[in-house]
């Protein structure tokens, strides 16, 4: 059984930066998609950017210019360095990591990390 373990997350100012990440466990091979989503008080969950171990990127428009997501292939670990953080980015962070190109009830999730964005 494949388990997410995110880290990462926490409290900033408007303008600054974190890091997440997030690393499966439980398997050997390498994932096909790895990624984060997010989910603020109220809204539903949202895709943030998804890595394929290709590389292949995608990104949601309100991020695609402050937010990288990166990966380690061999590893199972997924980054996202999140820039010019607004209070419109605050939310719960969830890891997401599946064997195929789309997403289905077998994807695999973390816990979730919540990121504060305040002044």
């Known amino acids: 059984q494949v388990q997410l373990v995110e880290s990462g997350g926490g409290l900033v100012h408007p303008g600054g930066s974190l890091r997440l990440s997030c690393a499966a466990s439980?398997?050997?091979?390498?994932?096909?998609?790895m990624g984060w989503y997010r989910q603020a008080p109220g809204k539903q969950r949202e895709l943030v950017a998804h890595?394929?171990?290709?590389?292949?990127?995608n990104y949601e428009t309100s991020v695609k210019d402050r937010f990288t997501i990166s990966r380690d292939g061999p590893k199972n670990t997924v980054f996202l360095q999140m820039n010019s953080l607004n209070p419109e980015d605050t939310a719960v962070y969830y890891c997401?990591?599946?064997?195929?190109?789309?997403?289905?009830?077998?994807?695999?999730w973390g816990q979730g990390t919540q990121v504060t964005v305040s002044s």
């Open positions: 439980g398997t050997n091979r390498s994932l096909y998609a």
């Open positions: 890595i394929t171990r290709g590389g292949g990127t």
């Open positions: 997401n990591a599946r064997w195929g190109p789309r997403p289905t009830e077998s994807d695999y």
